[in-house]
């Protein structure tokens, strides 16, 4: 059983940064990916980023490449988003999520992922 708590969601205006941290039980060890998504009322779940745990090898969506890093101290067991150039586009509740399928490293779908946080909501105004 793999548990994960986002923190560092919060409200910043557009053009600003914030840094989002997922905290991973010790048994995190045995997933292959750890990623990040995102939710509004509005769409469907929508995948942002994953880390190959193994690899340390990194994918970003098209939609937050260039923008958005992820990346994970495996010493702290924590997960990171750090995000900038913020645009209204980006509000959304934001998840982060263990995979210990193989299939994640070529499948982003939610679904693959059988862990997830409970999510920390990241608001940009215009």
């Known amino acids: 059983q793999v548990q994960l708590m986002e923190y560092g969601g919060g409200s910043v205006q557009a053009g600003g940064s914030l840094r989002l941290s997922c905290v991973a039980s010790e048994s995190a060890v045995n997933a292959h990916c750890l990623g990040w998504f995102r939710q509004t009322p509005e769409k469907p779940r929508e995948w942002v980023a994953r880390?190959?745990?193994?690899?340390?090898?990194?994918v970003t969506a098209d939609s937050v490449r260039g923008r958005f890093f992820i990346s994970q101290d495996r010493d702290r067991n924590t997960l990171y988003l750090q995000m900038g150039s913020l645009n209204p586009e980006d509000t959304a509740m934001y998840y982060c999520?263990?995979?210990?399928?193989?299939?994640?490293?070529?499948?982003?779908?939610?679904?693959?992922?059988?862990?997830w946080g409970q999510g920390t909501q990241v608001t940009v105004s215009s």
């Open positions: 999520a263990a995979s210990t399928s193989p299939q994640c490293v070529f499948d982003s779908a939610p679904g693959v992922y059988e862990y």
């Open positions: 880390i190959h745990v193994l690899a340390q090898t990194t």
